[in-house]
């Protein structure tokens, strides 16, 4: 039997009603589906890696069976009708009971997302290395205090610790993750009872979509979603945010009737910093008499900075913790420059090494030398623990310059290009993907020319919260340093010896 679901029909086809009634299995395969393509919006991941396609590409046809058999169940709606009408004729008057309604919120917490990342590891097998990785997020998040005392999931965050504590303990290698019943059932009954507004999901589909060059069909498909919504009553003017997805509808329809097959979305920037202002967490109620709308050019009430974990901090380990100082992940961005043969390229991967220690992922485009190169693999074996390899991938080429770099830009925490001048871009999209792409952290290397700036203009280094100059120093290779000529985060003057991978002492 042909499939009825594929990457093109599949978030358009599969209704809500479907969805409510999805068996255990297939709901997780529709969260596996949301979570891999980003709620519909980037298939990149379904398209180039296996693993990924075979498994969605299952879960449709178990899916196209399952929906040709309800079809079939359907065709006897008039004798249930039937039966039911005779029960209410012989006075039963008892309604079925519904479900309560989901909580409708704006974003989840992080203890929400931690217990939805715990049940999807039931019945799947893990290496011990993402097991680790896992338990080293949640120890990072009550470090900073992004979970406290006062959270009302705390209890379930500290037993899904403990828990994970003992499969890592007991892991060899790779382990299929078995979780108790009574345990899975208690924790999708929590995650179950609140899902994020839909408008705010289709906000965020838009902005994954914002500032490349997209097919036709994908404006079309997202289009499609919005209207449908609309037209179940799913979506209303009640919305907080209706006025949001009016806006992004006509940017949308512009692109999926115009003549050419693919093109990018145009939106104003003050409208598109309004959508970002969303995603961030501000509110966008009408402001009263005498108070400042919080939705005004896309301002934030300042004292609801903070409460969205947006301005927690974390340090790098070591000698490099001191010289960068305590971080804010939203829009950080490093630009590095510095003399030739300094070691630029050593002390990005030292950086990278340590940002992987955080559990962060990293990507590096190592446009210079390339992905394969000797000098690479010498590099690995001596900047990068063996417990961290597996959190940081390279790739020696970018075939479509800076749109190659957005398009990976939401696959990484952390994105180290080597070096910015490969990409012949303008020095004006570093900010502009530094504001794109807030959650991802930017680390870039920039050439100098003959006079000791930065090749194409030194822009780049207002933009960033940190410059860090590479100095080729008198007396050999190990005296060379790295110190900051700017830092948002902590004291400039530090010296770093990159080869030495110490401060210096003076």
């Not at 529709?30 to 398209?47: C, I, M, P, S």
């Not at 900075?305 to 992940?329: A, M, V, Y």
Request: charge should be positive; glycine fraction near 8%; proline fraction near 3%.
């Amino acid at each position: 039997m042909a499939a009825i679901y594929n990457p093109e029909n599949y978030f358009t086809k599969l209704t809500e009603e479907d969805i409510k009634v999805l068996p255990a299995s297939l709901k997780e395969g529709h969260e596996f589906v949301v979570l891999a393509t980003n709620d519909g919006a980037n298939w990149t991941a379904y398209r180039t890696e296996a693993e990924i396609k075979e498994t969605i590409d299952l879960y449709f046809s178990k899916l196209s069976e399952w929906k040709t058999e309800r079809n079939r169940t359907k065709r006897a709606k008039n004798v249930e009708q039937s039966i039911e009408k005779e029960g209410k004729n012989q006075g039963s008057n008892k309604s079925k009971p519904q479900p309560p309604p989901k909580k409708q919120v704006e974003s989840h917490s992080l203890e929400y997302k931690f217990i939805q990342r715990y049940v999807r590891l039931h019945d799947k097998v893990k290496t011990a290395n993402s097991i680790r990785l896992f338990i080293r997020a949640m120890q990072l998040a009550i470090t900073e205090k992004q979970i406290t005392k006062a959270s009302p999931l705390k209890d379930e965050i500290n037993y899904i610790q403990k828990q994970l504590v003992e499969i890592y303990e007991s892991m060899k290698d790779e382990q299929k993750i078995v979780i108790p019943a009574d345990d899975l059932n208690k924790f999708l009954g929590l995650i179950g009872k609140e899902e994020q507004m839909l408008s705010v999901r289709l906000i965020k589909s838009y902005i994954n979509l914002q500032g490349k060059t997209i097919e036709k069909v994908k404006a079309k498909n997202l289009y499609n979603r919005i209207v449908a919504a609309i037209n179940k009553k799913r979506l209303t003017e009640k919305d907080k945010y209706y006025s949001k997805i009016e806006t992004i509808m006509k940017s949308l329809k512009e692109l999926a009737t115009g003549k050419k097959e693919s093109g990018v979305l145009k939106i104003s920037k003050a409208e598109l910093n309004g959508l970002n202002g969303v995603l961030d967490g501000c509110g966008c109620s009408d402001g009263l008499a005498g108070t400042p709308s919080n939705s005004l050019n896309g301002f934030t009430p300042i004292g609801k900075i903070g409460q969205n974990g947006n301005t927690s901090t974390f340090r790098l380990p070591g000698d490099l913790g001191e010289l960068f100082g305590d971080l804010e992940r939203y829009r950080l961005a490093i630009t590095v420059e510095g003399d030739q043969g300094a070691g630029k390229t050593r002390f990005t991967y030292q950086v990278a090494d340590g940002f992987a220690d955080l559990g962060f992922n990293i990507g590096i485009y190592s446009l210079e030398i390339g992905g394969r190169s000797d000098l690479i693999e010498r590099m690995r074996d001596e900047y990068i623990s063996p417990k961290n390899i597996d959190n940081i991938l390279i790739s020696g080429e970018a075939e479509n310059g800076i749109q190659t770099i957005r398009k990976n830009a939401n696959n990484f925490d952390v994105i180290i290009i080597d070096s910015w001048n490969k990409l012949d871009a303008h020095s004006k999209e570093f900010d502009s993907l530094r504001k794109q792409f807030p959650n991802t952290i930017w680390i870039v290397i920039f050439q100098r020319i003959g006079s000791g700036d930065i090749r194409g203009g030194i822009q780049p280094l207002y933009d960033a919260g940190i410059n860090i100059e590479v100095v080729k120093a008198k007396g050999g290779d190990e005296f060379n340093y790295a110190h900051a000529t700017k830092n948002r985060y902590a004291m400039t003057g530090i010296k770093y010896l990159v080869f030495q991978q110490e401060l210096l002492e003076e």
